[in-house]
């Protein structure tokens, strides 16, 4: 088993349509959650970070959090044909910052 | 206020050969991680070094080796390249303390023929 798992893809979203994308852990000790978004040839962007349950937005992105279902997700609002990416998710454990395990991450086609 | 930069952007070399990559993270970072993405796949943890010293390494041969500077910089170094050393490299920039977040630079494109 993987440690961190995501839906592969990719993920086709209508624009102005919500997008969401799921992530699991295996590590009930992970203690901090990350979502990234990479463009093809890219590095990764980090656009999210959730550390405690239930659900965290900044602007058209919401990141939920479950530790008893060891679940993340990304739900993006109104979803634009530049929100097109592979989407990593991270997880990290309190005493090991700076080393994450990705999922295999999942892409998003956003169609006009 | 410069990111993380990373050098070179692209890198082409024969097997066998040594590479080195060099990173500057984020002014006032002191955590250095460096990550390995092979096409399909997430990125795959190599090296973490935190005030010079390592915090953390990832399932890598001993071909593969990493030092931090005084300034905080850092090297990765891979010898006797294979050509499953093919990757891009890409390392993040973090404060080791305070925050868990971390920030990638652009990413070296090694390619090796």
């Known amino acids: 088993q993987k440690e961190v798992e995501q839906n592969s893809g990719p993920l086709s979203v209508p624009e102005g349509a919500i997008a969401s994308l799921n992530c699991t852990y295996s590590d009930r000790v992970s203690q901090s959650f990350f979502w990234y978004r990479q463009y093809s040839g890219k590095s990764p962007e980090l656009i999210m970070s959730i550390y405690s349950n239930g659900d965290k937005e900044d602007g058209r992105f919401t990141a939920q959090l479950n530790k008893a279902s060891q679940y993340v997700s990304l739900l993006i609002r109104d979803s634009q044909p530049s929100d097109s990416a592979t989407y990593l998710c991270a997880v990290t454990k309190e005493d090991s910052w700076g080393k994450f395990q990705f999922g295999a991450g999942t892409q998003v086609v956003v169609t006009p | 206020d410069a990111g993380v930069t990373q050098s070179p952007t692209h890198l082409i070399k024969t097997r066998g050969q040594h590479v080195t990559l060099r990173c500057s993270p984020i002014?006032?970072?002191?955590?250095v991680s460096w990550y390995q993405q092979v096409l399909g796949q997430g990125p795959q943890f190599i090296f973490q070094y935190y005030e010079k010293e390592e915090r953390g390494r990832g399932n890598f041969p001993d071909r593969f080796s990493a030092r931090q500077f005084p300034n905080y910089s850092s090297e990765l170094n891979v010898n006797a390249l294979l050509l499953g050393d093919s990757a891009l490299y890409l390392c993040a920039s973090s404060d080791g303390t305070v925050s868990p977040e971390a920030f990638f630079g652009q990413g070296t494109r090694l390619t090796v023929v």
């Open positions: 002014s006032g970072h002191k955590s």
